[in-house]
């Protein structure tokens, strides 16, 4: 289950117009994927009030960019997560934060062995930009998506 949304970013103390970011803590357990998910798609809910988005798959890609980040985190980071989304003046900034400071590699995808390997292929196919950001406790995700 999600922690409470922090300070200036929680959803619930803006007004429609005024939402432009959202901060969440995951304890990085499987359900947490899930939560992760429906949390920012609350955050696209709101933030598409005012201003929808340029193309109907930006929703869908977001959801998805986001779904993938968290799955990699609870599947290679143990311990908590943090999801950041902000709008920006074209998109929305999504990033993912873990305590593995090891970079993600792509992997081949071998559906033969379930499937797997294709989410960091989709998380660069649908993003505008992707970055890696190193710190001494985990990594920064920092992924740009058009809205």
Same mark, same amino acid.
Do not use: C
């Given at each position: 289950?999600?922690?409470? #949304?922090?300070?200036?970013?929680a959803l619930a103390h803006h007004h429609d117009e005024d /939402? ?9 357990? $499987?359900?947490? /994927?899930?939560?992760?998910? !429906?949390?920012? @798609? @609350?955050? %696209?809910?709101?933030?598409? *009030? ?8 930006h929703w869908d890609d977001i959801l998805l960019v986001v779904? @993938? !980040?968290? +799955?990699? +985190? /609870?599947?290679? +980071? #143990?311990?908590?997560? @943090? $999801?950041?989304? *902000? *709008?920006?003046? =074209? &998109? ?5 934060? =873990? ?13 033969? *062995?379930?499937?797997? &390997?294709?989410?960091?292929? !989709? /998380?660069?196919?649908?993003? =505008?930009q992707v970055s890696v950001v190193g710190r001494s406790d &985990? ?5 740009? %998506?058009?809205?």
């Open positions: 289950m999600a922690s409470e #949304p922090r300070g200036d970013d /939402v432009k970011s959202l901060t969440t803590v995951f304890p990085g357990e $499987l359900p947490d /994927v899930t939560d992760a998910r !429906l949390a920012a @798609e @609350e955050f %696209l809910r709101v933030l598409s *009030r005012p201003t929808p988005p340029s193309a109907p798959e779904t @993938e !980040l968290a +799955a990699n +985190a /609870v599947q290679y +980071a #143990p311990g908590p997560f @943090e $999801l950041r989304m *902000r *709008r920006t003046f =074209d &998109g929305v900034h999504v990033t993912m934060s =873990d305590s593995n400071p090891r970079p993600p590699a792509p992997r081949p995808f071998q559906p033969s *062995r379930g499937g797997g &390997g294709i989410g960091w292929h !989709l /998380v660069h196919t649908l993003s =505008d &985990g990594k920064d995700i920092h992924v740009f %998506l058009p809205w």
